[in-house]
T-cell receptor, first 111, second 113 residues
Framework: GQQLNQSPQSMFIQEGEDVSMNCTSSSIFNTWLWYKQDPGEGPVLLIALYKAGELTSNGRLTAQFGITRKDSFLNISASIPSDVGIYFCAGLGGSQGNLIFGKGTKLSVKP | SAVISQKPSRDICQRGTSLTIQCQVDSQVTMMFWYRQQPGQSLTLIATANQGSEATYESGFVIDKFPISRPNLTFSTLTVSNMSPEDSSIYLC??????????FGQGTRLTVV
């Protein structure tokens, strides 16, 4: 079946540092989504990518969809303590709207 | 984005009992989904809730264990039946806007003792 490989699994960074995480897939996805999940909450959509090669920003977040539609990265610039959480990549490949998730990147930020 | 309300937000249940989780959306949506997130894990799709017909289950999930209702385009329920401690997870309702975006409820944290 379709799988997304997300790395790194966890990151411990200092406040103010930039962060980068990525996802790769063996399958092509039509849409790539990045989510953040805080403890006790459902995932919140951060960025959606639709076109191969697309680079999209949302505040301090920047994400790019790979040319082959099989990979994506998410960058967070100038991290702050509220960036702490688990970040998931998810591929939307079928016609039904269901998602395939990566295993997540747990981000910890030291003040 | 869609506003999705899930109830209950958490529950502690005895093994052998069943729990029904409700998902209410503030607008009509074609696609509604139920996911499970086991402790420390990613999200796994349980089933697609189809309005007016039986839910479509993913491999490893069966209707007898996770019966789903979808009476209209804004509401769905997921029941976790005959619970065991292995069912302790977060259960999440999701809706899709076409094939471009998907949104989640806040989840139901289930603990089975």
């Amino acid at each position: 079946g379709q799988q997304l490989n997300q790395s790194p699994q966890s990151m411990f960074i200092q406040e103010g540092e930039d962060v980068s995480m990525n996802c790769t897939s063996s399958s092509i996805f039509n849409t790539w989504l990045w989510y953040k999940q805080d403890p006790g909450e459902g995932p919140v959509l951060l960025i959606a990518l639709y076109k191969a090669g697309e680079l999209t920003s949302n505040g301090r977040l920047t994400a790019q969809f790979g040319i082959t539609r099989k990979d994506s990265f998410l960058n967070i610039s100038a991290s702050i303590p509220s960036d702490v959480g688990i970040y998931f990549c998810a591929g939307l490949g079928g016609s039904q709207g269901n998602l395939i998730f990566g295993k997540g990147t747990k981000l910890s930020v030291k003040p | 984005s869609a506003v999705i309300s899930q109830k209950p937000s958490r529950d502690i249940c005895q093994r052998g009992t069943s729990l029904t989780i409700q998902c209410q959306v503030d607008s009509q949506v074609t696609m509604m989904f139920w996911y499970r997130q086991q402790p420390g894990q990613s999200l796994t799709l349980i089933a697609t809730a189809n309005q007016g017909s039986e839910a479509t289950y993913e491999s490893g999930f069966v209707i007898d264990k996770f019966p789903i209702s979808r009476p209209n385009l804004t509401f769905s329920t997921l029941t976790v039946s005959n619970m065991s401690p292995e069912d302790s997870s977060i259960y999440l309702c999701s809706v899709a806007r076409g094939v471009t975006e998907a949104f989640f409820g806040q989840g139901t944290r289930l603990t089975v003792v």
